[in-house]
């Protein structure tokens, strides 16, 4: 199977990923929602992008009105979702438990789940400026493999919060695919502004 790509503009990022945290919670649900139908835009085409993550994200913001625009970077990892690599490859850090299990039991299956466990993080970090605590030693999804506590900032907005949860769940079976959290949850448009007037949201600076 011969795969034709084509190469996208050179897109310059001005926003560091440690500022994600100190734009507005418009601009972080728009990153976010732009982000997600990004990677749907990936998994329709039947690629597992397999290293998301802040560094993997370019965001460049307009300096006359504020506007961030967004481009996912760094397919060399990537396979196509119904060929399953035989070893985990990207950062461990946003590993899915998944990743972690076929150390221990070869012949898992990896699929395009273990980008939404990534997205999850992703999004924790994009709102917080952090990931999620997970203690001293392991790694998120190391934690959820061994049924270990991993702990979301309680300054996150309740509806962002349970969504994060589903994103890393430790059965991929049960995190939501991307359409469903572009069209349903959180960062879908009949949302957006139920988590923007959340009180937690409106009081909580990250500097």
Request: aromatic share 10%; net charge negative.
């Amino acid at each position: 199977m011969t795969l034709i790509c084509t190469a996208a503009p050179f897109f310059e990022g001005n926003v560091n990923p440690n500022q994600i945290c100190c734009l507005s919670g418009w601009q972080r649900i728009v990153l976010m929602r732009t982000l997600t139908l990004a990677i749907n835009n990936v998994h329709d085409a039947g690629v597992v992008h397999s290293d998301i993550k802040p560094e993997n994200v370019i965001i460049h913001q307009n300096s006359e009105n504020g506007s961030c625009a967004l481009k996912l970077i760094d397919f060399d990892g990537s396979f196509l979702n119904i060929n399953s690599p035989e070893e985990a490859f990207g950062d461990p850090v946003y590993y899915a438990p998944e990743e972690y299990a076929m150390e221990r039991m070869p012949g898992i299956v990896l699929d395009y789940k273990i980008d939404i466990f990534a997205l999850g993080i992703v999004f924790h970090y994009f709102w917080t400026g952090k990931i999620p605590d997970k203690g001293t030693g392991n790694s998120i999804g190391q934690c959820k493999l061994d049924g270990l506590p991993v702990v979301l900032d309680p300054a996150l907005p309740m509806q962002l919060r349970d969504l994060i949860n589903k994103m890393i769940e430790g059965n991929p079976d049960k995190r939501p695919t991307g359409e469903e959290i572009y069209t349903k949850e959180i960062v879908a448009p009949s949302n957006i502004f139920e988590i923007l007037n959340d009180p937690i949201a409106i009081n909580t600076k990250y500097y």
